[in-house]
């Protein structure tokens, strides 16, 4: 179940977003931007500072998927690669959340073997005290700590995504 007050609200997110895309427009003035989407999870927030940022861009999308409930496997499962080249590009990866780091870690590894002519990472949620490796973090919406939660993107068993603010959710057994 999810709980019933927003772990953060509506007005919260809006507010970070509208702050991150104003340091990445700042940041970023002069260049080209490849922003790419993590799917499923980062759909919303992707789809939300992409509008706000303030620089030519192309988009693209990867989709990957390594958890299984509430647990990550380890293992990431590559469902869609990129249909851009990343050569020579200034690759801004756009995910939802960083836990253990793992999936950013792999994707990271991946399109750096490509050669872009940089790549920064913008995560709107940290959970710092889950990563088992390390992954440079470029921007980040709030760091929270380890809570499980849904909405705005996140999910459980891919349900909740649809939520427009973020909660914490409880199983039946932790009620
Ligand atoms: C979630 C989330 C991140 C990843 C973070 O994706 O969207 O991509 O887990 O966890 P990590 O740092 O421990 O690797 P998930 O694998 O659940 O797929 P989804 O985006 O389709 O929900």
Redesign the pocket.
């Known amino acids: 179940m999810v709980t019933g007050k927003p772990f953060l609200t509506v007005e919260q997110i809006e507010k970070r977003v509208q702050e991150l895309a104003a340091e990445i427009s700042n940041d970023y003035e002069g260049k080209d931007i490849l922003a790419v989407g ?5 759909f919303m927030f992707f789809s939300d500072i992409v509008k706000l940022i303030q620089v030519p861009m192309d988009i693209d999308f990867l ?5 299984v409930k509430k647990e ?2 380890g293992t ?2 590559m469902h869609a690669d990129l249909r851009e080249n990343v050569r020579d590009r200034h690759v801004l990866l756009i ?12 994707i990271r590894t991946l399109l750096l073997e490509r050669k872009p002519a940089s790549l920064k990472i913008c995560s709107f949620l940290d ?1 710092k005290s ?3 490796i390390e ?1 440079p973090l470029d921007y980040v919406g709030y760091a929270i700590p380890n809570h499980y939660i849904v909405g705005y ?3 459980y068993e ?1 349900k909740f ?1 649809n939520l427009p603010y973020i909660s914490i959710f409880k199983s039946e057994d932790q009620e």
């Open positions: 993590i799917l499923k999870g980062a989709t990957v998927s390594s958890y990550s496997t990431m499962n995910e939802d959340i960083v836990d253990t780091g793992l999936t950013l870690n792999h959970k889950c990563r088992e992954v993107g996140l999910d891919n995504r």
